[in-house]
């Protein structure tokens, strides 16, 4: 085992941490640093799997008294009638939730695998397209936190929010960064944008890597994950840079609705812009 290679990892699970809470791509961070540190973009992933698994984990940490809250509520709503006049609003956020998902889901069960074979070929060049993507959706809104007071969240907004965020099926196109832009521009604020965005972000992940594991499992199109099983330094790596997944996303959401309140959208849509350039030449050069 390589110490300069567990750091390479651990340090990549450090970038896929933090950049999942923001809006600037985390997907896109960690294949820019897989080439800048030289760690295949084939093994990429089950270790973008893996790492999103430790954001998952610490989101729903952190969130964890809001989704008990609406667990309870719904099946309150459903099996105790008497309670339906309080649980009432918590019974519709859920359902929210999962209309927002449905786009989502269909477009990644139906166009994953090519997503995933475009990303293997032209990694930096797709994740620098999103980015830039990524990078006009929060200049549009970088004044628009200051100005939306709606705390509520309608089914309306619910469905706008669900059919902008299959495209962050691309890797370098934010998901958070889409999906609280899409809040944003239907008046809703930025703490219910922001908290409605996590909240999609659970089911998604836990789908994506529900998907994931049953076509390595199954061999569906002969994929293969780019892990070699019997390499011990490997599952080394990979749990560390897990491990450092979760801390730096748990760290990240101290911040972000701090940063997001001060109106620093448009410093996250001038760094995507840079940043995205930069991968579509380095993409171009490479490929």
């Known amino acids: 085992m390589s110490l300069i290679e567990l750091l390479k990892y651990i340090f990549l ?4 941490g933090f950049t ?46 809001f989704i008990g809250r609406l667990i309870i509520s719904f099946f309150q709503y ?5 309670t339906r006049t309080k649980n009432e609003p918590d019974f519709h956020y859920v359902w929210k939730i999962v209309i927002a998902t449905i786009p989502t889901a269909i477009v ?18 797709l994740v620098g397209f999103g980015l830039l993507v990524t990078s006009t959706f929060l200049y549009v809104v970088r004044f628009t936190p200051n100005k939306n007071v709606n705390q509520k969240l309608s089914y309306r907004d619910a469905i706008v929010i669900g059919l902008a965020q299959p495209f962050a099926i691309l890797p370098g ?7 609280i832009s899409s809040g ?18 659970i089911p998604l992940s836990i789908g994506s890597a529900l998907q994931f594991f049953y076509r390595w499992i199954a061999k569906i199109d002969d994929f293969n994950p780019g892990f070699e099983v019997g390499k011990l330094d490997q599952y080394i790596y ?6 450092a997944s979760i801390v730096a996303t748990k760290i990240a959401l101290k911040y972000v609705f701090k940063w997001f309140r001060q109106g620093k959208l448009v410093y996250f849509a001038a760094y995507t812009l840079v940043l995205g350039i930069i991968a579509l030449i380095a993409g171009v050069i490479l490929y």
Do not use: W
């Open 13 to 16: 699970g450090v970038i896929q």
């Open 20 to 65: 999942e809470v923001l809006p600037i791509s985390s997907s896109g961070h960690v294949a820019i640093f897989q080439q800048i540190l030289n760690i295949q973009a084939d093994e990429g992933l089950l270790f973008l799997t893996l790492v999103n698994m430790g954001s998952l984990l610490a989101i729903i940490f952190h969130f964890r008294k």
């Open 78 to 82: 459903v099996f105790k009638p008497e």
């Open 108 to 125: 990644g069960i139906l166009f994953s695998s090519l997503v995933d074979e475009i990303y293997l070929e032209y990694a930096l060049i």
């Open 173 to 179: 196109l934010s998901r958070s960064g889409i999906t």
């Open 184 to 201: 944003l521009l239907r008046k809703v604020s930025m703490d219910t944008a922001l908290s409605f965005s996590f909240m999609l972000y």
């Open 238 to 243: 990979y749990f560390c840079a897990f491990i």
